[in-house]
Protein backbone atom coordinates (compact mmCIF):
# COMPACT_ATOMS: atom_id res chain seq x y z
CA UNK A 1 0.00 0.00 0.00
CA UNK A 2 3.04 2.05 0.86
CA UNK A 3 4.42 1.35 -2.70
CA UNK A 4 1.22 2.30 -4.32
CA UNK A 5 1.19 5.95 -2.35
CA UNK A 6 4.85 6.83 -2.87
CA UNK A 7 4.35 6.23 -6.63
CA UNK A 8 0.94 8.17 -6.26
CA UNK A 9 2.86 10.88 -4.89
CA UNK A 10 5.73 10.76 -7.21
CA UNK A 11 2.85 11.32 -10.54
CA UNK A 12 1.53 14.45 -8.65
CA UNK A 13 4.53 15.96 -8.01
CA UNK A 14 5.38 15.15 -11.71
CA UNK A 15 2.75 16.27 -13.13
CA UNK A 16 2.66 19.69 -11.12
CA UNK A 17 6.21 20.39 -12.91
CA UNK A 18 5.52 19.47 -16.46
CA UNK A 19 4.33 22.61 -18.39
CA UNK A 20 0.54 22.70 -19.57
CA UNK A 21 0.51 23.55 -23.59
CA UNK A 22 -2.04 26.81 -23.98
CA UNK A 23 -4.59 26.53 -25.99
CA UNK A 24 -4.43 27.56 -29.37
CA UNK A 25 -5.86 31.48 -30.00
CA UNK A 26 -9.09 31.62 -31.69
CA UNK A 27 -9.70 34.99 -33.40
CA UNK A 28 -11.55 36.99 -35.86
CA UNK A 29 -9.82 38.21 -39.35
CA UNK A 30 -10.99 41.19 -40.02
CA UNK A 31 -11.64 42.24 -43.43
CA UNK A 32 -13.56 44.96 -45.70
CA UNK A 33 -15.84 42.89 -46.74
CA UNK A 34 -16.25 40.50 -44.02
CA UNK A 35 -15.10 38.85 -41.05
CA UNK A 36 -14.33 35.18 -40.01
CA UNK A 37 -13.22 33.00 -37.11
CA UNK A 38 -10.02 31.69 -37.64
CA UNK A 39 -7.22 30.05 -34.92
CA UNK A 40 -3.88 30.22 -34.26
CA UNK A 41 -2.01 27.25 -33.90
CA UNK A 42 -0.41 27.39 -29.95
CA UNK A 43 2.82 25.82 -31.10
CA UNK A 44 5.54 26.70 -33.29
CA UNK A 45 8.37 24.16 -35.04
CA UNK A 46 11.03 26.79 -34.37
CA UNK A 47 11.36 30.46 -33.79
CA UNK A 48 12.48 30.82 -37.49
CA UNK A 49 9.50 29.47 -39.00
CA UNK A 50 5.93 31.09 -39.20
CA UNK A 51 2.61 30.10 -37.52
CA UNK A 52 0.08 29.77 -40.13
CA UNK A 53 -3.90 30.87 -39.46
CA UNK A 54 -6.10 28.16 -39.84
CA UNK A 55 -8.33 27.24 -42.24
CA UNK A 56 -5.56 27.72 -44.44
CA UNK A 57 -6.76 29.93 -47.07
CA UNK A 58 -4.91 29.61 -50.08
CA UNK A 59 -4.14 31.82 -52.91
CA UNK A 60 -5.93 32.28 -56.15
CA UNK A 61 -2.41 32.09 -57.66
CA UNK A 62 -2.13 28.70 -56.63
CA UNK A 63 -0.41 26.82 -59.02
CA UNK A 64 0.84 29.46 -60.77
CA UNK A 65 4.84 28.97 -59.63
CA UNK A 66 4.79 25.94 -60.94
CA UNK A 67 4.30 26.55 -64.24
CA UNK A 68 6.11 29.73 -64.67
CA UNK A 69 9.47 28.61 -63.02
CA UNK A 70 11.44 26.03 -64.68
CA UNK A 71 12.65 23.84 -61.92
CA UNK A 72 11.72 22.07 -58.20
CA UNK A 73 15.28 23.78 -56.79
CA UNK A 74 13.70 27.11 -58.22
CA UNK A 75 9.93 26.90 -57.17
CA UNK A 76 11.62 25.34 -53.20
CA UNK A 77 14.07 28.80 -52.87
CA UNK A 78 11.49 31.10 -54.33
CA UNK A 79 8.65 30.28 -52.02
CA UNK A 80 10.86 29.69 -48.49
CA UNK A 81 13.83 31.95 -49.65
CA UNK A 82 10.76 34.77 -49.76
CA UNK A 83 10.03 34.06 -45.88
CA UNK A 84 13.41 34.66 -45.38
CA UNK A 85 13.49 38.20 -46.60
CA UNK A 86 9.98 38.75 -44.76
CA UNK A 87 11.57 38.69 -41.57
CA UNK A 88 13.58 41.69 -42.14
CA UNK A 89 10.63 43.47 -41.05
CA UNK A 90 7.55 40.70 -40.39
CA UNK A 91 9.40 38.64 -36.80
CA UNK A 92 8.11 35.79 -36.44
CA UNK A 93 6.94 35.87 -32.81
CA UNK A 94 4.56 38.93 -33.93
CA UNK A 95 3.08 38.24 -37.75
CA UNK A 96 1.41 34.95 -39.01
CA UNK A 97 1.58 33.63 -42.54
CA UNK A 98 -1.09 33.72 -44.88
CA UNK A 99 -0.80 32.86 -49.27
CA UNK A 100 -1.16 36.07 -50.86
CA UNK A 101 -4.95 37.51 -50.81
CA UNK A 102 -4.61 40.43 -52.99
CA UNK A 103 -3.11 39.16 -56.33
CA UNK A 104 -5.89 36.49 -58.45
CA UNK A 105 -4.84 34.72 -61.03
CA UNK A 106 -6.09 36.48 -63.58
CA UNK A 107 -3.99 39.98 -62.33
CA UNK A 108 -0.99 37.81 -62.39
CA UNK A 109 -1.38 36.42 -66.02
CA UNK A 110 -2.24 39.99 -67.20
CA UNK A 111 1.37 41.21 -65.45
CA UNK A 112 3.28 38.80 -66.74
CA UNK A 113 2.39 39.26 -70.76
CA UNK A 114 4.31 41.58 -72.83
CA UNK A 115 3.01 45.39 -73.78
CA UNK A 116 0.56 45.00 -76.18
CA UNK A 117 1.64 48.41 -77.25
CA UNK A 118 4.11 50.87 -76.39
CA UNK A 119 1.54 52.29 -74.45
CA UNK A 120 0.27 49.27 -72.49
CA UNK A 121 -0.24 49.89 -68.63
CA UNK A 122 -1.00 46.38 -67.86
CA UNK A 123 2.08 44.29 -69.15
CA UNK A 124 5.15 44.01 -67.37
CA UNK A 125 7.40 42.47 -69.92
CA UNK A 126 8.71 45.09 -72.69
CA UNK A 127 6.56 45.31 -75.99
CA UNK A 128 8.44 43.61 -78.88
CA UNK A 129 8.23 45.90 -81.96
CA UNK A 130 8.58 42.85 -83.97
CA UNK A 131 11.19 44.71 -86.12
CA UNK A 132 13.85 42.74 -87.52
CA UNK A 133 14.54 38.78 -87.27
CA UNK A 134 13.32 36.79 -84.63
CA UNK A 135 16.89 36.78 -82.98
CA UNK A 136 17.37 39.89 -82.83
CA UNK A 137 13.94 40.80 -81.27
CA UNK A 138 14.05 38.25 -78.59
CA UNK A 139 17.80 39.78 -78.07
CA UNK A 140 16.32 42.96 -77.92
CA UNK A 141 13.30 42.51 -76.07
CA UNK A 142 13.65 39.26 -73.85
CA UNK A 143 11.19 38.06 -71.11
CA UNK A 144 12.68 39.54 -67.91
CA UNK A 145 9.64 38.66 -65.83
CA UNK A 146 8.73 34.78 -65.03
CA UNK A 147 6.14 34.52 -61.82
CA UNK A 148 4.80 37.09 -59.42
CA UNK A 149 4.80 35.99 -55.94
CA UNK A 150 2.64 37.30 -52.39
CA UNK A 151 2.77 36.48 -48.94
CA UNK A 152 0.36 38.35 -46.26
CA UNK A 153 1.52 38.35 -42.99
CA UNK A 154 -0.85 39.36 -40.11
CA UNK A 155 -0.51 40.53 -37.25
CA UNK A 156 -2.94 39.89 -33.83
CA UNK A 157 -4.23 42.58 -31.94
CA UNK A 158 -5.91 41.36 -28.57
CA UNK A 159 -8.98 38.80 -30.57
CA UNK A 160 -8.50 40.17 -33.83
CA UNK A 161 -5.90 39.88 -36.44
CA UNK A 162 -5.38 41.85 -39.74
CA UNK A 163 -3.14 42.69 -42.70
CA UNK A 164 0.08 43.63 -41.46
CA UNK A 165 2.26 43.00 -44.07
CA UNK A 166 2.69 42.17 -47.81
CA UNK A 167 5.90 40.84 -49.56
CA UNK A 168 5.99 40.33 -52.81
CA UNK A 169 8.42 38.25 -54.73
CA UNK A 170 9.62 38.72 -58.57
CA UNK A 171 10.87 36.04 -60.29
CA UNK A 172 13.30 37.40 -63.24
CA UNK A 173 14.79 35.23 -66.06
CA UNK A 174 18.91 34.77 -66.01
CA UNK A 175 18.09 33.10 -69.47
CA UNK A 176 15.23 33.61 -71.94
CA UNK A 177 13.89 31.02 -73.90
CA UNK A 178 11.80 31.06 -77.41
CA UNK A 179 10.66 29.50 -80.61
CA UNK A 180 10.67 30.72 -83.70
CA UNK A 181 7.97 28.78 -84.81
CA UNK A 182 5.32 26.73 -82.86
CA UNK A 183 6.67 23.01 -81.52
CA UNK A 184 10.11 24.21 -83.56
CA UNK A 185 13.26 24.38 -81.29
CA UNK A 186 14.32 26.41 -78.76
CA UNK A 187 16.71 28.77 -78.58
CA UNK A 188 17.64 31.55 -75.86
CA UNK A 189 18.73 34.70 -74.81
CA UNK A 190 20.95 35.17 -71.84
CA UNK A 191 20.50 38.02 -69.64
CA UNK A 192 23.21 39.63 -67.82
CA UNK A 193 22.77 40.67 -64.15
CA UNK A 194 22.79 43.64 -64.34
CA UNK A 195 20.44 44.22 -67.10
CA UNK A 196 17.77 41.65 -64.91
CA UNK A 197 18.43 43.63 -62.00
CA UNK A 198 17.60 47.17 -63.57
CA UNK A 199 14.11 46.25 -64.75
CA UNK A 200 13.44 44.04 -61.86
CA UNK A 201 13.70 47.28 -59.81
CA UNK A 202 11.70 49.18 -62.42
CA UNK A 203 8.75 46.67 -62.16
CA UNK A 204 8.86 46.45 -58.39
CA UNK A 205 8.40 50.28 -58.18
CA UNK A 206 5.28 49.79 -60.70
CA UNK A 207 3.98 47.20 -58.77
CA UNK A 208 3.80 48.81 -55.52
CA UNK A 209 1.67 51.21 -56.91
CA UNK A 210 -0.21 48.84 -58.03
CA UNK A 211 -1.07 47.27 -54.81
CA UNK A 212 -1.46 50.57 -53.12
CA UNK A 213 -4.32 51.23 -55.01
CA UNK A 214 -6.08 48.17 -54.17
CA UNK A 215 -9.39 47.94 -52.18
CA UNK A 216 -7.63 46.65 -48.56
CA UNK A 217 -4.32 47.67 -48.90
CA UNK A 218 -4.22 51.52 -48.01
CA UNK A 219 -0.73 51.99 -46.24
CA UNK A 220 -0.08 48.30 -45.14
CA UNK A 221 3.61 48.16 -45.25
CA UNK A 222 5.19 46.57 -48.55
CA UNK A 223 8.43 44.66 -49.04
CA UNK A 224 9.58 43.86 -52.82
CA UNK A 225 12.36 41.69 -53.17
CA UNK A 226 14.15 40.54 -56.59
CA UNK A 227 15.01 36.39 -57.34
CA UNK A 228 17.21 35.22 -60.42
CA UNK A 229 16.29 31.83 -61.64
CA UNK A 230 18.84 29.77 -63.21
CA UNK A 231 18.73 28.18 -66.48
CA UNK A 232 16.51 25.65 -67.32
CA UNK A 233 19.30 22.55 -66.63
CA UNK A 234 20.64 24.23 -63.68
CA UNK A 235 20.67 21.53 -61.03
CA UNK A 236 20.98 24.25 -58.20
CA UNK A 237 18.80 27.17 -57.27
CA UNK A 238 18.61 30.71 -58.10
CA UNK A 239 18.78 33.05 -55.27
CA UNK A 240 17.44 36.31 -54.16
CA UNK A 241 19.39 39.49 -54.66
CA UNK A 242 17.59 42.21 -53.24
CA UNK A 243 14.74 43.74 -51.62
CA UNK A 244 13.56 47.16 -50.79
CA UNK A 245 10.65 48.42 -48.55
CA UNK A 246 8.00 50.62 -48.22
CA UNK A 247 6.12 51.33 -44.82
CA UNK A 248 3.69 53.33 -46.82
CA UNK A 249 3.05 55.61 -50.07
CA UNK A 250 3.90 54.93 -53.35
CA UNK A 251 7.78 54.80 -53.32
CA UNK A 252 10.33 51.90 -52.30
CA UNK A 253 12.88 52.76 -50.46
CA UNK A 254 16.60 51.77 -51.43
CA UNK A 255 17.20 49.03 -52.39
CA UNK A 256 19.27 46.62 -50.55
CA UNK A 257 21.43 43.75 -51.38
CA UNK A 258 20.87 39.94 -50.47
CA UNK A 259 24.31 38.09 -50.54
CA UNK A 260 23.11 34.75 -50.78
CA UNK A 261 24.20 32.07 -53.43
CA UNK A 262 24.11 28.06 -53.90
CA UNK A 263 26.80 26.01 -55.29
CA UNK A 264 27.12 22.83 -56.62
CA UNK A 265 29.91 20.51 -55.20
CA UNK A 266 31.97 19.18 -57.01
CA UNK A 267 31.97 22.12 -59.87
CA UNK A 268 34.47 24.44 -61.17
CA UNK A 269 32.98 27.44 -59.62
CA UNK A 270 32.76 25.81 -56.42
CA UNK A 271 36.54 25.31 -56.56
CA UNK A 272 37.22 28.83 -57.70
CA UNK A 273 35.73 30.42 -55.20
CA UNK A 274 35.54 28.61 -52.21
CA UNK A 275 38.17 25.13 -52.69
CA UNK A 276 38.80 24.80 -49.21
CA UNK A 277 34.85 24.00 -48.60
CA UNK A 278 34.74 21.72 -51.68
CA UNK A 279 37.71 19.82 -50.57
CA UNK A 280 36.04 18.48 -47.53
CA UNK A 281 33.00 17.45 -50.16
CA UNK A 282 35.59 15.62 -52.05
CA UNK A 283 37.13 13.73 -49.34
CA UNK A 284 33.81 12.69 -48.12
CA UNK A 285 32.76 11.49 -51.55
CA UNK A 286 36.32 9.58 -52.00
CA UNK A 287 35.34 8.24 -48.57
CA UNK A 288 31.86 7.10 -49.81
CA UNK A 289 33.36 5.29 -53.15
CA UNK A 290 36.34 3.82 -51.63
CA UNK A 291 34.22 1.23 -48.59
CA UNK A 292 30.83 1.39 -51.01
CA UNK A 293 31.40 1.36 -54.67
CA UNK A 294 28.07 0.37 -55.93
CA UNK A 295 26.87 4.11 -56.56
CA UNK A 296 25.71 6.44 -59.07
CA UNK A 297 27.46 9.77 -58.52
CA UNK A 298 27.73 12.25 -55.28
CA UNK A 299 26.73 16.00 -55.50
CA UNK A 300 25.95 18.85 -53.24
CA UNK A 301 24.16 21.71 -52.65
CA UNK A 302 26.27 24.59 -50.61
CA UNK A 303 24.30 27.33 -49.49
CA UNK A 304 26.51 30.76 -48.31
CA UNK A 305 25.07 33.81 -46.73
CA UNK A 306 27.47 36.47 -46.69
CA UNK A 307 29.95 34.67 -47.88
CA UNK A 308 29.97 31.68 -45.01
CA UNK A 309 28.93 27.96 -45.50
CA UNK A 310 26.09 27.59 -43.77
CA UNK A 311 24.40 24.96 -45.22
CA UNK A 312 25.17 21.77 -47.16
CA UNK A 313 22.42 19.62 -48.80
CA UNK A 314 24.35 15.94 -50.36
CA UNK A 315 22.31 13.45 -52.78
CA UNK A 316 23.45 9.69 -52.62
CA UNK A 317 22.12 7.65 -55.28
CA UNK A 318 22.85 4.17 -54.81
CA UNK A 319 22.31 0.58 -55.77
CA UNK A 320 22.09 -1.45 -52.98
CA UNK A 321 20.85 -4.61 -52.57
CA UNK A 322 18.93 -5.49 -49.17
CA UNK A 323 17.95 -3.70 -45.75
CA UNK A 324 21.38 -5.11 -43.97
CA UNK A 325 23.17 -3.17 -46.77
CA UNK A 326 21.16 -0.11 -46.61
CA UNK A 327 21.87 0.35 -42.74
CA UNK A 328 25.53 -0.34 -42.89
CA UNK A 329 25.66 2.41 -45.71
CA UNK A 330 24.01 4.28 -43.66
CA UNK A 331 26.00 4.16 -40.73
CA UNK A 332 29.18 5.03 -42.23
CA UNK A 333 27.93 7.88 -44.05
CA UNK A 334 26.91 9.24 -40.67
CA UNK A 335 30.47 8.42 -38.96
CA UNK A 336 31.77 10.61 -42.14
CA UNK A 337 28.91 13.08 -41.93
CA UNK A 338 30.45 13.65 -38.51
CA UNK A 339 33.95 13.49 -39.44
CA UNK A 340 34.29 15.40 -42.59
CA UNK A 341 32.03 18.87 -42.18
CA UNK A 342 32.79 21.55 -39.54
CA UNK A 343 30.04 22.07 -36.48
CA UNK A 344 29.03 25.81 -37.69
CA UNK A 345 27.48 24.40 -40.78
CA UNK A 346 23.99 22.32 -41.51
CA UNK A 347 24.18 18.96 -43.53
CA UNK A 348 21.56 16.56 -44.45
CA UNK A 349 22.41 13.59 -46.83
CA UNK A 350 19.34 12.22 -48.73
CA UNK A 351 20.10 7.92 -49.81
CA UNK A 352 17.81 7.34 -52.37
CA UNK A 353 17.91 4.22 -54.79
CA UNK A 354 15.11 3.41 -57.87
CA UNK A 355 12.89 2.14 -55.05
CA UNK A 356 12.59 5.88 -53.45
CA UNK A 357 14.34 7.47 -50.17
CA UNK A 358 16.20 5.09 -48.45
CA UNK A 359 17.75 7.24 -45.41
CA UNK A 360 17.87 10.54 -44.23
CA UNK A 361 20.64 11.91 -42.09
CA UNK A 362 20.38 15.48 -40.65
CA UNK A 363 23.15 17.28 -38.38
CA UNK A 364 22.42 20.56 -37.38
CA UNK A 365 24.47 23.96 -36.77
CA UNK A 366 26.02 23.44 -33.54
CA UNK A 367 27.45 21.14 -30.88
CA UNK A 368 25.23 18.57 -31.32
CA UNK A 369 26.80 15.10 -30.66
CA UNK A 370 24.43 13.04 -32.07
CA UNK A 371 22.90 13.78 -35.61
CA UNK A 372 19.60 12.40 -36.72
CA UNK A 373 18.75 9.47 -39.03
CA UNK A 374 15.61 8.08 -40.24
CA UNK A 375 15.74 4.71 -42.42
CA UNK A 376 12.71 4.36 -44.37
Not at 86 to 111: C, I, M, N, P, R
Not at 261 to 269: I, Q
Request: with cysteine; charged share 25%.
Amino acid sequence: MKKWLSLILVATLLSGCMPTLEKNDEVVQEDDEQQETSIIPNYQIDESYYRSIIPFEPSQTRGMVVSNLRSSYDIKEFETGLMRVAKEHFSTDKYVFQEGQKLDKETVSSWLKRKSSPNDSVGLNPYNDEKGSIEEQNEKNPIYLAHILEHNYLVKNDKTVKLGGIVIGLALNSVHYYQKEQWGATYETKISHEKLAAEGKKMGEEILKRLRAMEGVGDVPITIALFEQQAKNAVIPGNFFAYAHSSKGNSLGDWKSIDEKYYLFPSSKAKQDHREDEAKFLRFKDDIEKFFPNYNGVIGQAFYVNDQFTRLTIEIPIQLYGKAEIIAFTQWATSLVMDHFPEYIRVEVNISSVSGPEALIVKNAGKEEEPFVHIY
